[in-house]
Structures are given as C-alpha cells and as structure tokens.
C-alpha cells in the first residue's frame, strides 16, 4: 500500500507517523476472490476485484496522473476528460447513468455485476495507483486490525475526502477567468446572462489546465489547504488523530455484543461485526453462547461462564472477536 504523495503529505500534517502497510488486504493476492468461503460471505469478482466503482477524482490529482503522459492510465483519463457530462474543472465525475450505489464510495466497491473502472489495467492492477482518489486510497477489504483499522481508514477518507475537495475549488478560482468561475459557481437562484462556459480560456487546453491544478495544489501546501477547509476541516483532523490513537486490538475490563451478523455454511457459521468481508468461522453453538454470555459483564466472567457451558475460549479468539467487531468493550457499570 502506497498512499498518493498528496495525500501523503495532507495526513503527514496531522498525524505523528503515516498509518503501516495493510497486508491483509494485499491485492498482489487478493483474499476475496473465490469467496464465499469460511471468512466471507461474498466473493469480490475475480475479473474486477474491488474495483467496481467508477470514482469521481478531484483536478489535483486528474491533473498529477496527467504529468506522466505515458502513464498506464492517461487514454481512460482522456476519455472522461472528453465527456462534457463527466468533467468539470472540479475534475472527473461517474458518468451520469451510474447507478447510484457504484457512485458512493463506500458502499461501490466489490459488487459483482457492477462496472469495472476504467483505470484498472489488464492486470488488474490500478493505472492510477499513485493518484488515486482518497476513496480509493483509504479502502481495505480487511484492515490490519479490523474494526479499529476500518474506523482510522473511514475517518481519513472523511479528511483527505474534504481536502480533495477544498483543494479542488481553491485551485479552480485561481485559474479561471472571472467568467468561467462564475459560470462553474453561479450565485444560487440567478440565471446566468449568457450561456455559461465553466473552462473559459482552457476550453482547448483542459489536459493542461488539470496539470496547472496539481501544481496548484503542490504550491497551497497542507497547513494553507487546511485552513481553507475551516472549522470542519480543523474538526476531521480531531477526529483521525482520534482513530489513530484509538487502532490495536486489546481485552476490554467489560465485553459486549457488538453489530453482530452470522450466516450459517453447513454446521458452522460465520459472525462478522464491522465487515462482511472479514468474519470468522465458529461453531454455531459457540455462536450462540457469545451472544448469550457477552452482555456487559467483566472480561473474565464472561470466559468463565463459556468455560462452564463447555466452550474453552483463550485470548486468541477473543482478540480475533474484537478485532471484527463481534465483542465490543462495555461501559463499566
Ligand atoms: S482508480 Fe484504481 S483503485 Fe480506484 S477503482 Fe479504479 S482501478 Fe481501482
């Protein structure tokens, strides 16, 4: 896993030390493909893998990819650049039939029978792997430690997500003309004069005026793109650093059930908390005398009394019950 230098340098301004690898959700193998298994609960498809979205990507980074004009994915950039429905000088957009569950980023990824993105190469690798979008970036089948993982990944999407866009729109009105920044944002309830022409002097030039952008964005800087994002941006960066602080995996005093789904695969079924790509395979009366015992009471009361109704659980499957969201730390009482 290797972050877009962009966003790279956004979370380096609020963060100690940038987040480790995630091995778990290695695309060189990916682990969902062949699914459903005793983990899962669906396979991804193995000719798209995860990238089943076609994702929206802001000026700064359309523009980074295009300095490489040999890059493996400038033709598929090229082609949305061209759509007038699809491109802004906010950057590319889904094209506009795309269903509306492919266009969210979090719910877009890994759905058979969806589009495939057209940065995907052959081999399925990503032709935009060091620019893509932060939806992108910050998405992992099963994070390194589960739920506190998919909680850091989720918060950094909601601040990198936010600097791609105010970066976006600081960058667009410094190139545009005064007309063409009208014309991309009109004052709400006002009918232009004429009719609008959002790219102004770059209606010929949209390659070039999207590689202005990335160099735009390169000379803002994060402290100045941070400020610019305001209170919310100041309020998401409290909220990452809270999730970093918060990932790893330890034995609550109190445990509870967490959101817990369970489907059955012959005599065993598989409980997921957080993700339904990352479960756990466990006999379902074990199953069911988690859910029953698990109510709030200390730890070690609770493993106690598993013990007695037959089911040896040491601190292995517990950790692994945490980290999916199955067990969940409880209020003390
Ligand atoms: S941009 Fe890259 S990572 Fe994102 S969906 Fe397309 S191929 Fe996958």
């Known amino acids: 896993m290797t972050l877009p230098a962009l966003h790279a340098s956004w979370l380096s301004s609020v963060l100690d030390s940038l987040p480790g690898p995630e091995p778990r959700s290695g695309c ?55 759509d007038p429905r699809a491109c802004t000088p906010l950057g590319v957009e889904p094209p506009p039939g795309l269903p509306a569950a492919f266009r969210d980023p979090l719910t877009g990824y890994a759905r058979a029978r969806a589009p495939r993105c057209p940065h995907q190469q052959a081999d399925l690798t990503c032709g935009i792997h060091d620019t893509r ?32 866009e105010t970066a976006a729109r600081t960058v667009a009105l410094r190139l545009l003309d005064p007309a063409a920044a ?13 009719r609008p022409d959002v790219w102004g002097r770059w209606a010929d ?6 590689r202005a952008c990335a160099d735009e964005a390169d000379r803002l800087g994060p402290a100045a793109l941070l400020a610019a994002a305001g209170p919310l941006g100041a309020h998401r960066a409290v909220q990452l650093r809270a999730a970093a602080a918060s990932r790893g995996v330890s034995l609550p005093a109190r445990i509870t ?45 609770a493993r106690a009394a598993l013990a007695l109704a037959g089911h040896a659980v040491d601190d292995g499957l517990l950790l692994a019950l945490i980290e999916r969201g199955v067990l969940v730390e409880a209020p003390a009482r």
Do not use: Q
Request: aromatic fraction near 10%; glycine fraction near 10%; charge should be negative.
């Open 182 to 194: 009208e014309a991309l944002f009109p004052v709400p309830g006002v009918r232009p004069a004429e």
């Open 28 to 82: 060189g193998a990916c682990p969902m493909v062949g699914a459903p298994s005793e983990d899962t609960v669906f396979a991804f498809p193995a000719d798209a893998r995860c990238c089943t979205t076609i994702p929206a990507i802001p000026n700064v980074l359309v523009g980074a990819a295009l300095r490489d004009p040999a890059g493996p994915a400038v033709e598929s950039l090229r082609a949305r650049i061209s």
């Open 257 to 301: 059930t967490g959101d817990v789904r369970r489907r059955s695969f012959g005599p065993s079924d598989v409980v997921f908390g957080y993700s339904p790509h990352d479960g756990l395979e466990l006999p379902g009366p074990l199953v069911d005398a988690i859910s029953t015992v698990c109510d709030g009471r200390p730890t070690a009361d």
């Open 133 to 164: 979008p932060a939806a992108c970036a910050t998405w992992f089948c099963r994070p390194a430690d589960g739920l506190g993982g998919h909680r850091f990944w989720r918060a950094a999407f909601a601040f990198l997500h936010l600097l791609e």
């Open 205 to 210: 030039d949209k390659e070039g005026y999207f």
